[in-house]
């Protein structure tokens, strides 16, 4: 798989970036791996760069992370994952301004931050429901549109020193809201100084992201990318957010990307009584021992079972002449084709419903983005799901592909046909 590929640029580092500790291990490695945002055009596939890919625990703060990292700007300046152009993610914001807006009562009085805006819909539903709103973001394709639309957006990345800009223009902010984005900066003691500093001592910070305990039940390797620099459980958050004097109040688990956490977070005796809920998570992590290198080893021999498993079914099909496409051009789809080698041999091509990749190619596999022929007459046999968490909406806009005959394959949590 190696042959022939040019390594990018990128540092590494010999310790935690949470609490500065050199006793890290790695527990498991997915070879080098091109960046799984990176869609390319056909011209551009012999410049195309791999980096290593693979996970370290720590033992002192119990924090996962990759060690490498690649330049920021390479992953985030032009950014192909648009929230907008899935239905489950759009009625997810929905839910979160509903959700959110109930802790104040006088919303006109509250400034709301989001970090890592994308395109905005969280921002907006706030701003319907009077709340003043600023985004902040540095994929410049993206938040092109939100200017236009007049929402207040800065394109960058968010850190102390612009956080030093936004209290000065907007002062304290009641709220401050990420989704899906605090995984991926490096210096999180920068972002945490910047929060601590805009955050007002009765508000709170509300984040999501992709929890570690799901990642760990379901094997879901196809979270670790490059983009994804740490993965967090509340046993290593805790320890993280103690350092900020802040602490974890109350969580909501959320079932999409596969299992994500909502984490509230406050200032340390903040306002808010810290929920049953966080302890007893808190709890069931050290049952399941997430505090132990062990764990993490057992799950890297679990990820190389389910590559195998699923390179066994597709060969077997490949073999009977069926024809077989992926769906789903995401990170996650890069990551089990580039891991397990699901290239042309095993794929005929990879369809996605948004219009932004489409006539692109995989990164590493370099299949055919196109749209969906599931419901063409010459329709594939099979359809592998890289975006497998989202099942259900694909199989509810795809009824007449199972009605005549076409067949799903999941590679997670368990490889098989439905
Ligand atoms: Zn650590």
Same mark, same amino acid.
């Given at each position: ?34 960046? *799984? ?9 012999? @410049? ?61 009085? @509250?400034? $709301? +931050? ?6 905005? /819909?969280?921002?907006?539903? =706030? ?19 939100? #200017? ?14 612009? *956080?030093?800009?936004? +209290?000065?223009? /907007? ?11 605090? *995984? %991926? #900066?490096?210096?999180? %003691? ?29 094997? &879901?390797?196809? =979270?670790?990318? %490059?983009? %994804? ?21 109350? #969580?909501?688990? #959320?079932?999409?990307?596969?299992? !994500?956490?909502?984490?509230?977070? &406050? ?35 679990? $990820? ?10 597709? !060969? ?41 990749? &489409? ?15 599931? @419901?063409?007459? /010459? ?40």
């Amino acid at each position: 798989m190696n042959k022939g590929k040019k390594l990018g640029e990128f540092k590494t580092t010999s310790y935690c970036r949470f609490c500065k500790s050199k006793n890290i291990h790695k527990f498991i490695v997915l070879g080098n791996q091109p960046l *799984a945002g990176g869609f390319l055009k056909k011209g551009d596939f012999k @410049n195309e760069k791999f980096y290593p890919l693979g996970l370290y625990f720590c033992r002192n703060c119990y924090l996962i992370q990759t060690t490498v990292v690649v330049n920021k700007d390479k992953l985030f300046k032009s950014y192909f994952y648009k929230t907008s152009a899935i239905k489950t993610l759009l009625s997810h914001f929905k839910k979160n301004a509903t959700l959110l807006s109930k802790f104040f009562k006088k919303p006109q009085e @509250n400034f $709301v +931050l989001e970090i890592g805006c994308n395109d905005g /819909n969280f921002l907006n539903e =706030m701003s319907k429901r009077k709340f003043k709103v600023l985004g902040i973001d540095p994929a410049e394709n993206i938040i092109k549109p939100l #200017i236009a639309k007049k929402l207040p957006i800065i394109n960058n990345y968010f850190s102390k020193k612009e *956080a030093k800009e936004i +209290l000065k223009i /907007n002062g304290k902010a009641g709220l401050i809201v990420s989704t899906n984005t605090l *995984a %991926h #900066i490096e210096n999180m %003691h920068d972002v945490f100084n910047g929060i601590n500093l805009l955050l007002d001592d009765e508000g709170f910070l509300y984040f999501e992201n992709h929890y570690l305990g799901n990642l760990l039940k379901e094997t &879901q390797y196809d =979270m670790i990318y %490059h983009e %994804h620099l740490y993965y967090y459980s509340l046993l290593s958050l805790s320890n993280f957010l103690k350092k900020h004097s802040l602490e974890i109040f109350n #969580i909501r688990k #959320i079932p999409i990307h596969g299992g !994500s956490i909502g984490l509230f977070v &406050q200032k340390k005796k903040g306002p808010f009584k810290i929920s049953k809920r966080v302890k007893d998570t808190i709890a069931w992590e050290k049952r399941h021992k997430l505090d132990s290198l062990k764990t993490f080893e057992m799950f890297s021999k679990q $990820v190389e079972k389910k590559k195998k498993e699923l390179l066994d079914l597709l !060969s077997s099909l490949r073999k009977k002449n069926k024809t077989i496409v992926g769906y789903g051009a995401s990170g996650r789809g890069t990551v089990i084709s580039n891991y397990a080698g699901l290239d042309n041999k095993l794929l005929d091509y990879v369809v996605d419903d948004s219009k932004i990749k &489409q006539g692109f190619y995989t990164p590493g596999t370099h299949l055919k983005i196109v749209p969906s022929t599931l @419901n063409n007459k /010459n329709r594939p046999d099979y359809t592998l799901l890289f975006a497998w968490s989202f099942y259900k909406e694909i199989k509810n806009r795809n009824k007449k592909y199972k009605k005549n005959g076409g067949k799903f394959i999941t590679p997670l949590p368990k490889v098989r046909i439905i």
